[in-house]
């Protein structure tokens, strides 16, 4: 498929996307990428927004040990949720049937992240994103109060 321009107005070429359906709660990460082409020897960035509290706790921690393994340079990106940052929008979610199955605190993240492999762990609060991507906003779009945003680096 040849790439055409992007609603941005940009071309970005899109000759090497692929789509890997993985069900992550039983499939191998590994094996679903690998069969879609991904190259497991290249730095890689994986993103994780919105899924890991939809893991049950004891699965969680499958793809942080997938990306942990990819190449040096390899980033992981992620959201979580504390326990204290449980609330209604979890509440919400499951009577969606869509329940939140994990929630952890921060220094079982950096624990969870060191076994794993990574090397750098930055752990961002919703305080702090709201103070670096929405301070000064004149549309009143504010950043959410719970959620956390984790990024590390093999």
């Known amino acids: 498929m040849e790439a055409g321009p992007t609603r941005s107005?940009?071309?970005?070429?899109?000759?090497?996307?692929?789509?890997?359906?993985?069900?992550?709660?039983?499939?191998?990460l590994a094996?679903?990428?690998?069969e879609a082409g991904f190259d497991l020897a290249a730095p890689a960035v994986v993103s994780c927004l919105g899924v890991l509290v939809y893991l049950r706790t004891e699965t969680v921690q499958r793809p942080i040990r997938f990306a942990g393994g990819l190449s040096g340079?390899?980033?992981?990106v992620f959201t979580?949720?504390?326990?204290?940052?449980?609330?209604?929008?979890?509440?919400?979610?499951?009577a969606l049937g869509e329940p939140w199955q994990s929630a952890s605190e921060?220094?079982?993240?950096?624990?969870r992240l060191s076994d794993a492999g990574f090397s750098q762990v930055e752990l961002v609060p919703p305080d702090t994103i709201?103070?670096?991507?929405?301070?000064?906003?004149?549309?009143?779009l504010?950043?959410?109060?719970?959620?956390?945003?984790?990024h590390a680096v093999v």
């Open 9 to 28: 107005g940009g071309n970005h070429d899109t000759r090497h996307l692929r789509y890997a359906a993985a069900d992550l709660e039983n499939d191998w």
């Open 31 to 34: 094996d679903a990428l690998g």
């Open 73 to 76: 340079g390899s980033e992981l």
């Open 80 to 94: 979580y949720s504390t326990r204290d940052q449980e609330s209604r929008l979890a509440a919400r979610a499951a």
């Open 106 to 111: 921060p220094d079982e993240w950096r624990r």
């Open 130 to 140: 709201g103070s670096w991507y929405f301070a000064g906003r004149t549309d009143g």
């Open 142 to 150: 504010a950043a959410p109060r719970r959620g956390s945003i984790a």
